[in-house]
């Protein structure tokens, strides 16, 4: 072990002192190229046969040492990705040379794929990067990866990178999508081209990939069209040029002819010859080319060029050329060389019918003219029918259906409806048919209350237009009519705010109040929240607000009805009557209206009385009348009063021993009882007579002064009022103390007069003032003082 270190040393040195151009050793083959686990044997031959030593390194195994030889094999195996193999000659002691073996170790790919990065086809004019992905290669140094366009290599991709060991890598191919890649198959190729050794064969390593067929979206090309086109009338379409513009998606194409869009399978006539513009688009983009377009007139005539016939009818119509020279012509089914051919029919029997007369120009150009023709039937029966049974409800929704039966053509045909005499709808049909078809039309409506009674009906028209020459044919089939029943609840009644009648002979049901209804509604009335009888007569007592209540099955309606219930008038009086004075009127009579009374006393008509007066009392007749009739009663008013004569209190004076007398008198129905109340002495006497009451003092003594109060009562009340006897002395100031009876009013003329006096002094201190301040100079002042004293008694007497 140690010897073998020992020469590894020295070998490693050796090989370093060996020059290139005396190296002996050579290798057959000179290099190996394979895959994983692969052997091959290589010879190691010398060019110098003197040596000490000559032996393989395989890996880290020596090979045998061979020492006679001039060549020594070795046995190379791909064992692992980075295998070595080296042939060593040592020449003499000194002198080591060797040479090592270039190895190959590669690995085919395990898959090769294209992707295109994005779904979906590709635009014209885009940029698009497609993605080869080698998984597990090696070397990858060697490896080149070789892009398809159908058939012709668009790109080589290689890779900077070195790896010994396999990898996965990715090729990508920039491209931008050109309208002729529609339709190409792209593919990537991954080769490993790797060298040859001598007398071997290269190996060309591919593995080829599933393709990927590109689509690419590209606005229209230049449209390839004839420039010039000749046509006949009624026989070209736009459609039938042969006009094509390359584009993916495949473009549509637009006519269009004097700024207006064409439809193209419509034939052009006489007048539209001219410039037409083709205009081929898609989402990309679009292309235009302008076709000069000559219209030929067909140089036929058909007489009738148009035709209205009932199915059965017979028609005929003549086709006739203006040519003067051409092939042929005729009816789809004859052919005749006449310059007119005559089509004819005793009953047309077909609904519809392609009848072209055609006629070949010398030219060889063939057109063709068709009669318009409209074969019509009237219908067999319209019938209109309610959906349901029973009358109709206001407020919902119904469908009266109107069937026609059997009429052609239904494009034509119009079905009105009619409410009375009003048009309210047209119906027409969406449909075409060239044969007699069954139609229904329907009429939605709401039912309103005013629909009650009104005439459903529904007609069939048929207005085909008029031919030349010929009147227009309107087909009118009309219904049984339908008479519409509508169910509605009562309307606003139709009543007086007020309504007045006599009692005993009104009744509820005579006011005329009605509401509107299908059915007729019922009316129930009410008074006070009572239900009332409505055929009963309504007294006195039921004047007032009753409410009508319509109802029906669909709802109900009410209104407030004011009733008065008017009556004669009565008395419902006394034959006596006892009022205090001033006492409110009696006996009112009732009746409404209010009746006028008319009071009448001792044969003549008196005021009314508003207030009894003591005068008043009597015998009366009344009588009472409003509108309907009069009454009368008589009566007797007794009218009560009291009244004291001279009510007022006042003071009596007398001297002392003197004698005085002093009354009360009181009046009244009944006479009233009059007496006094005093303290009672010995010289003081009540004398009373009827209504009158006298006090008589007889020798005045200081005893009898007081308050002395007379009364009088009967049923209507009392009155009373007091005299105040004062004693005066004779010592007394007499100016002052000594009053009678009828002086009374004095007495305040003298407690007046001294704050008179002194307001009048006042007053004239003022006003002298006030002139002294206003004018210049002097005034004599008379005060009136005087005057007005001499008419106030400083002195009085008592007639007592
Ligand atoms: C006719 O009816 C069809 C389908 O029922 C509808 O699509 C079309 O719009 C109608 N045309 C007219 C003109 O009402
Ligand atoms: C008062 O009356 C009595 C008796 O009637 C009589 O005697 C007397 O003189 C009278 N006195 C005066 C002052 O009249
Ligand atoms: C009361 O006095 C008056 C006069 O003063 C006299 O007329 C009258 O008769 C007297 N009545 C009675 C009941 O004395
Ligand atoms: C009159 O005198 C009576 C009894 O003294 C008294 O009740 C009444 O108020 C007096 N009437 C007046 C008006 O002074």
């Known amino acids: 072990m140690l010897g073998l270190l020992l020469l590894m040393a020295l070998l490693c040195d050796a090989n370093s002192t060996c020059p290139d151009d005396s190296n002996p050793l050579s290798l057959e083959p000179s290099s190996v190229t394979g895959e994983l686990g692969k052997s091959f044997l290589v010879n190691c031959t010398s060019s110098e046969v003197d040596f000490h030593q000559m032996y393989w390194k395989i890996g880290n195994n020596d090979s045998g040492i061979e020492e006679e030889k001039e060549f020594v094999a070795g046995s190379v195996t791909l064992s692992d990705w980075s295998v070595k193999a080296e042939c060593t000659i040592r020449l003499d002691e000194t002198l080591t040379c060797s040479k090592d073996l270039p190895i190959t170790v590669y690995k085919t790919p395990d898959s090769v794929s294209l992707s295109a990065p994005k779904y979906g086809p590709m635009v014209a004019g885009s940029d698009y990067v497609l993605s080869c992905d080698v998984i597990n290669v090696v070397p990858v140094q060697h490896l080149e990866v070789k892009w398809y366009r159908d058939d012709d290599m668009v790109d080589t991709h290689i890779f900077n990178k070195t790896s010994m060991t396999p990898v996965n890598v990715t090729a990508t191919l920039n491209l931008t999508a050109e309208r002729n890649y529609n339709g190409a198959v792209f593919r990537c190729e991954a080769e490993l081209p790797l060298g040859p050794g001598p007398g071997e064969s290269q190996p060309i390593l591919t593995a080829a990939t599933s393709n990927y067929i590109a689509v690419v979206l590209y606005k229209p090309q230049i449209p390839d069209c004839p420039d010039h086109y000749t046509g006949v009338e009624d026989a070209l379409t736009l459609d039938m040029l042969r006009c094509h513009a390359d584009g993916n998606p495949p473009p549509t194409v637009e006519w269009y002819y004097q700024g207006e869009q064409m439809n193209a399978s419509e034939p052009l006539i006489r007048t539209q010859s001219g410039m037409y513009t083709a205009r081929f688009q898609n989402s990309y983009g679009y292309s235009t080319k302008f076709i000069s377009i000559t219209i030929k007139d067909c140089p036929l005539t058909l007489s009738p060029a148009k035709a209205v016939v009932r199915f059965g009818d017979p028609v005929s119509f003549k086709c006739s050329t203006t040519a003067p020279t051409y092939i042929k012509m005729g009816w789809e089914t004859s052919s005749e060389r006449v310059p007119y051919v005559t089509w004819s029919v005793e009953s047309l029997a077909a609904w519809s019918m392609d009848l072209p007369c055609y006629v070949t120009l010398e030219d060889f150009t063939q057109c063709s003219k068709k009669p318009e023709i409209t074969v019509y039937k009237t219908p067999d029966s319209v019938s209109l029918s309610a959906p349901k049974h029973g009358p109709m409800v206001a407020g919902s929704d119904y469908v009266l259906s109107c069937d026609v039966i059997s009429v052609v053509p239904v494009q034509h045909l119009e079905v009105k409806w009619y409410r009375d005499d009003d048009m309210v709808d047209t119906h027409i049909f969406n449909k075409t048919s060239m044969t007699p078809v069954n139609v229904t039309a329907t009429l939605n409506l709401t039912a309103e209350r005013n629909y009650n009674g009104a005439v459903f009906r529904c007609e069939a028209e048929l207005p085909l237009g008029p031919g030349p020459g010929e009147s227009q044919p309107i087909l009118t089939a009309a219904t049984s009519n339908y008479i519409a029943v509508v169910l509605y609840k009562p309307q606003i009644p139709d009543c007086p705010d007020r309504y007045t009648g006599v009692e005993d002979a009104l009744t509820l049901d005579m006011l005329p109040c009605h509401a509107d209804g299908n059915p007729p509604p019922t009316v129930e009335w009410y008074y006070q929240g009572e239900q009332m009888n409505a055929s009963e007569p309504l007294i006195r007592t039921q004047s007032g607000m009753y409410t009508a209540r319509f109802h029906n099955n669909y709802g109900y309606s009410t209104t407030f009805v004011h009733v008065t219930v008017e009556y004669g008038p009565s008395f419902n009086c006394a034959a006596h009557y006892e009022v205090h004075e001033y006492g409110k009127p009696v006996c009112e009579p ?96 009540e004398s009373t007579g009827g209504s009158q009451s006298n006090i008589s003092v007889t020798g005045a003594t200081s005893t009898n002064a007081g308050v002395y109060v007379c009364f009088a009562t009967n049923r209507v009340g009392h009155v009373t009022k007091s005299v105040t006897l004062k004693i005066n002395d004779f010592n007394d100031d007499n100016t002052l103390n000594i009053y009678g009876e009828q002086h009374g009013g004095k007495i305040n003329s003298l407690i007046w007069l001294v704050p008179a006096l002194l307001i009048c002094a006042l007053v004239a201190i003022l006003l002298i003032l006030f002139t002294r301040r206003k004018r210049q100079g002097n005034y004599n002042f008379v005060p009136q003082r005087d005057k007005e004293g001499a008419d106030i008694p400083m002195t009085t007497t008592s007639d007592a």
């Open 590 to 685: 009732e009746g409404l209206p209010k009746p006028v009374t008319k009071w009448f006393k001792d044969g003549r008509e008196t005021r009314t009385p508003l207030r009894w007066t003591k005068q008043d009392t009597g015998s009366y007749s009344l009588t009472a009348s409003n509108t309907h009739g009069t009454a009368s009663h008589k009566l007797y008013v007794n009218v009560l009063y009291i009244q004291m004569f001279r009510e007022e209190n006042y003071t009596q004076g007398v001297f002392l021993g003197g004698n005085v007398t002093f009354g009360c008198h009181a009046e009244g129905n009944p006479t009233p009882e009059v007496y006094w109340s005093y303290s009672p002495e010995a010289n003081v006497m």
